[in-house]
């Protein structure tokens, strides 16, 4: 065994030399991920180390314990109560998702390329929201490797190390996707370690496994501990025990296929030797049996909606003879119905079932393109398939496109800024709605484009794009209708901000959280009390630059329904001003003060008055009493959530207690596995 830093590697026979040579070996590689390259969320702040992304590179550094740690990777979502706040996003073709929805990513690269074997995803607090594994090629195409439904598991630390599906390329870039719908309290990461090899290995013919995850399967079936299908591996010396049992009979089980050999073989004969699942079926009878089970499932039930007196009419007007010319001519007796009812009824299907719509026939292929059915356009579920192509092929279609969700699209450079850019010029002129989260090739001439072309812009979502500077922001001020607009994580300046609030005095839900501390929140807080009377939600966690002075401005945002001023450590110091605020905004039905320590419970009396209240975040509140958090539960007949961790003077049995005279409210107290003071929730700069 070979130690490199953080990775080890083993060499294994496979082949016995008949000469007295040297054995023919394949290199085991076992490495910790060496660096993140891309994001959707994370709880710490880039001027932090705590619970940021970054936490995930190298050894673990907790694991096996389990609790709440700063030096793990944390997203900032958990649960359904982000998607029940007045700030929800609706979704604009939530026919185009998959069963499971994916909530976050995380991209991670490892040092140096390997066939995977496994990947062990350590776990260290509230485990279960990983539900898809993707790994990207040479060619930057991206191949799902594993996918599954979010578990509700113990709360044990655990090495998560699901099944992948054979990988017929070296690669060392991976995604995880997660579903945080069944986590009662946020989840923790503390590494990911990727097994490998340098050259391909594949089960003997005659082997009734199609691939190693199948051999070291049937290798675990005979240990107990290897059969628990959540991985809780209580014994760690044991969570490998089928790969140990590989190397040492790997000349038995397996056969080599060297890397110049797979390069020599045409793909699509590499795939049928290798026995790959591409799960590929011809167009046409993919199109026809998609739209069979369409027929037989969907089709009855739309039916019934159609207006009555279109169907009577259309009946009566074709008997059976034209009936079964009708089917001759234009493929079937779903085409006698009207174009308009037609389209009502593709109106509901995903996008990739209206594209094998038009390999049907040509009817199919005329009304599928039919402009109206792309007024709204999902891509978020398409991410790992979408590029310029994509884009030429859709900007035929959109002519009427008013709502495009094009989040997490274009990564590692397979759309450019230009290639967005002309797709706007195409189809952008109608849009309404433009959700860009995480899109990498979001610069400021894309925002400017944005800026000149879509005109009717009511929201404007830029979670995470980060390549935005002063130009970019500034034209975003041309901007006149925005109601709602996102800038997580953005590097805007207080003068650029201020104007464009000042431009948009429709705006309900803004997001600011996790700004540059430049941004003088105060100043922000004024603008929106000034020009924004309709704002509904404000999301300023971790602006440190928000003291009391911009709280007592927010008190005339009377409409306001939610805010988040978690972390925001100024609002703390002194809070005459939060308990005006509260005082006076009395529709608030979600208010998140985490990590505000100085308040006390003269502080937030006034929320009690806030007969809507729903969501209520405390954490970290040292001097709270167990009399005004019982207040709450008693005199609000709304409250559903209320987050008390880390509150030192309520205790969990009084919270067990509370769970049980309050079913209906999921009261939040956090655990940890050791005592380590105020550290759980203060923030290490670097």
Not at 72 to 97: C, H
Not at 188 to 193: I, K, N
């Amino acid at each position: 065994m070979v130690s490199v830093d953080e990775m080890k590697v083993d060499f294994v026979p496979i082949k016995k030399n008949k000469n007295g040579g040297e054995d023919e070996c394949v290199k085991f590689i076992e490495q910790f991920v060496k660096e993140v390259t891309d994001f959707s969320s994370q709880y710490g702040s880039n001027n932090s180390i705590s619970y940021t992304a970054y936490n995930i590179v190298g050894n673990p550094s907790k694991f096996p314990d389990y609790g709440d740690f700063p030096q793990a990777f944390v997203m900032k979502t958990y649960g359904k109560w982000w998607d029940e706040a007045p700030s929800r996003l609706i979704d604009f073709m939530p026919q185009n998702n998959e069963p499971i929805d994916s909530h976050d990513f995380i991209d991670i690269e490892y040092d140096v390329e390997v066939y995977p074997i496994r990947l062990s995803i350590y776990e260290i607090y509230n485990p279960g929201s990983v539900v898809r594994i993707w790994a990207r090629d040479s060619f930057g195409q991206w191949w799902l490797l594993w996918n599954g439904l979010p578990q509700r598991v113990s709360h044990k630390s655990r090495i998560f190390s699901p099944p992948l599906k054979l990988c017929s390329f070296k690669t060392k870039l991976f995604r995880l996707e997660f579903n945080h719908s069944l986590l009662d309290y946020y989840t923790e990461l503390d590494a990911v370690l990727l097994h490998g090899t340098t050259e391909l290995i594949m089960p003997r013919a005659g082997s009734q496994c199609r691939d190693i995850t199948d051999l070291l399967k049937q290798l675990s079936d005979h240990d107990n501990s290897m059969s628990d299908p959540n991985n809780l591996t209580p014994d760690y010396s044991l969570a490998n025990i089928d790969l140990i049992r590989l190397k040492r009979k790997l000349h038995e089980y397996c056969v080599l296929y060297k890397s110049d050999i797979i390069d020599k073989i045409p793909k699509s004969r590499l795939l049928s030797k290798l026995g790959f699942n591409c799960q590929c079926i011809p167009p046409i009878e993919e199109a026809c049996n998609s739209l069979q089970r369409f027929l037989q499932d969907d089709f009855p039930k739309l039916i019934k909606e159609i207006n009555d007196s279109v169907l009577l009419s259309t009946n009566s007007s074709v008997n059976s003879d034209n009936l079964e010319n009708s089917e001759n001519e234009r493929g079937g007796s779903f085409s006698v119905l009207p174009d308009e009812t037609v389209l009502t009824i593709l109106k509901h299907l995903d996008l990739r079932s209206l594209c094998r719509c038009c390999r049907v026939n040509k009817y199919f292929n005329t009304i599928a393109r039919d402009a109206l059915l792309y007024k709204s356009l999902n891509l978020k579920p398409y991410w790992h398939c979408i590029d310029a192509k994509t884009l030429n092929i859709l900007s035929t279609r959109c002519d009427y496109l008013q709502r495009l969700d094009f989040s997490w699209c274009g990564s590692y450079g397979t759309i450019s800024s230009q290639n967005f850019i002309d797709f706007l010029n195409s189809c952008g002129s109608l849009l309404t709605h433009l959700r860009l989260n995480c899109c990498r090739f979001v610069n400021d001439k894309v925002i400017a484009e944005i800026s000149r072309v879509c005109k009717n812009l009511k929201e404007l979502c830029l979670r995470n794009c980060t390549e935005i500077t002063y130009p970019g922001f500034i034209a975003l001020s041309k901007l006149h209708h925005l109601e709602r607009l996102e800038l997580y994580m953005a590097s805007i300046e207080t003068s650029e901000l201020c104007s464009i609030l000042n431009k948009n005095p429709q705006m309900r839900h803004l997001n600011l959280a996790s700004m540059r501390d430049r941004v003088n929140m105060d100043e922000v807080a004024a603008e929106l009390a000034s020009s924004c009377p309709y704002l509904e939600s404000v999301d300023f966690w971790k602006s440190r630059t928000l003291t009391a002075t911009g709280v007592r401005a927010l008190s005339h945002c009377t409409n306001l329904r939610e805010v988040d001023f978690g972390w925001c450590g100024g609002v703390g110091v002194t809070c005459e001003s939060l308990r005006i605020f509260l005082s006076k905004c009395c529709k608030l039905e979600k208010v998140f003060l985490g990590s505000l320590r100085g308040i006390t419970d003269r502080d937030i009396e006034p929320l009690l008055r806030c007969e809507k209240l729903q969501q209520l975040d405390l954490l970290g509140a040292h001097s709270l009493t167990p009399n005004i958090c019982r207040r709450f539960l008693v005199c609000c007949p709304e409250l559903r959530m209320i987050d008390l961790s880390f509150c030192g003077l309520i205790s969990t049995l009084r919270v067990q207690e509370w769970r049980q005279c309050f079913p209906y409210v999921s009261i939040k107290k956090s655990t940890q596995a050791t005592d380590i003071g105020d550290f759980e929730f203060v923030e290490v700069n670097m």
